[in-house]
């Protein structure tokens, strides 16, 4: 009897004692499963677990405070008044995206657009997407700026329709396969080919200025880096990290060669000037390549992924690379390809790899060995990655998924230019390669696409 009665008048546990922003506080801190199986343990605890309070919070955690704010408003924008969906749906939602909703975007009236070309650079920057050089038919390189308002702002709406703007062109001088990365509301250039074959290795500072109404131009201008520079190169991969570095990785180089060297421009001095230097060297290093991807995922972290390689073959490794402590090192994701089968992207060349919605790496189009264009759209996902790399191989079959498209597709493509908007909810795709097979003996066979497309996750919300 006297067990019975101490057992009844036993204190609750530490946890429950915690008052509700005490707790919250601590639940802020955990892996959504972890909040989950929290919520399981008892009726109080499922209370405080569906808090929509904590759910939102997790959202700016996990994925940054503009995409919390585009959630927001597109919350009340199908909520018409009424009670909007809990926060907690809204992160299950985006944590198993599958489908994706895609359209032409046609411009308004007989107004002017850019010519089709391949191997151009696409951003949006400040509202605008902006289109600068590549190759077009004749095996030409452009040297045009072409910009178009597609509006700014959380919750946004892409527009129905587009209006083509062509800026002052020679500045920079005209290349393809160059990289053009986004640093803030700014534009850092670098490297590329010309039409002679020559490969460049210049760093330019494309400042943003926007005028009333809906008017804008970019003041360019060559960055002082110092002596030292990456060799010249194009069809490299590069992504700004955190708004401080420029991370470039590979390319064509001289006489055609695949480099695999990777390089680190520092932006710490307000895009005043800035510094090369090499980094990344300690073994195990991704193989040499061109036309492949790198994308940063939050952090100091960055994924490769595909491209051509030395010996032209194409690959579909994925390398994680870290640049967090003072010897930045890569690490190549591994798994059995005799069980991955269909469950990741066949190897690919020439596509692109942006950050989306919820950590999500989206990958669309490139070609393969055999130059046969792609058109699907697959999503690695961030934490599965993560957790693979950590030594979890459970996770292998939840790091890749392929997406169902509705709507106009974009046709198979290759060397195209993608770009997010901030909530990176919505990716613009203009441009490439779109012929199924091309031989290389065949001039008539590459045709160049001059087409925009605006491509948005399906969130059921």
Known sequence: MEDEAGAASSPPPPIAQLGYDQLLSVLQLLPPEA??????????????????????????????????????????????????????????????????????????????????????????VAGWLVLFGG??????????????????????????????????????????????????????????????????????????ICEEPRRMRISWRLLEVGPLAPPPRGAHAACCVDDKFIV??????????????????????????GSW????????????????????????????????GSEFEVLNDVWLFDISDHYPKWKELKYDLSTALGEMPFPRVGHSAILALGGKVLVYGGEDSQRRRKNDFWILDTPALLQYESGSKKVTKRMWKKLTIDGQCPNYRSFHGACVDTSGC??????????????????????????LYQVELVLHL
């Open 35 to 124: 909040v989950l199986s929290f919520a399981a343990t008892c009726r109080a605890f499922r209370a405080w677990a569906s808090s929509d309070a904590l759910w939102e919070a997790l959202c700016r955690r996990d994925w940054g405070p503009r995409t919390a704010a585009a959630l927001a408003e597109r919350r009340r924008e199908r909520a018409g008044g009424g009670a909007p969906v809990p926060w907690r749906r809204v992160y299950a939602e985006v944590a198993r995206l599958g489908a994706l909703t895609a359209r032409r975007v046609p411009v308004r009236g007989a107004g002017a657009s850019p010519r089709p070309r391949a191997s151009h650079s696409l951003n949006l």
């Open 135 to 208: 190759g077009c038919e004749g095996g030409h390189h452009l040297d045009d700026t072409w910009v178009a308002y597609a509006g700014i702002g959380a919750g946004n709406r892409p527009p129905t329709l587009l209006s083509w703007q062509q800026l002052a062109s020679g500045t920079p001088s005209g290349r393809f396969s160059h990289s053009c990365t986004l640093v803030g509301d700014a534009l850092v250039m670098f490297g590329g080919i010309t039409d002679r074959g020559q490969r460049l290795n210049d760093t330019w500072i494309g400042q943003v």
């Open 248 to 273: 470039i990785h590979g390319g064509i180089g001289l006489y055609g060669s695949r480099l695999g060297d990777t390089w680190l421009l520092d932006l710490s001095n307000g895009l005043r000037s």
């Open 277 to 308: 230097h090499q980094i990344g060297n300690a073994w195990p290093l991704p193989p040499p390549r061109s036309g492949h991807s790198l994308t940063w995922i939050g952090g100091t972290r960055m994924v490769l992924f595909g491209g051509r």
């Open 426 to 451: 919505c990716m613009y795709i203009f441009g490439g390669m779109v012929d199924g097979l091309v031989h290389p003996a065949e001039a008539m066979g590459l045709r160049f696409d001059g087409q």
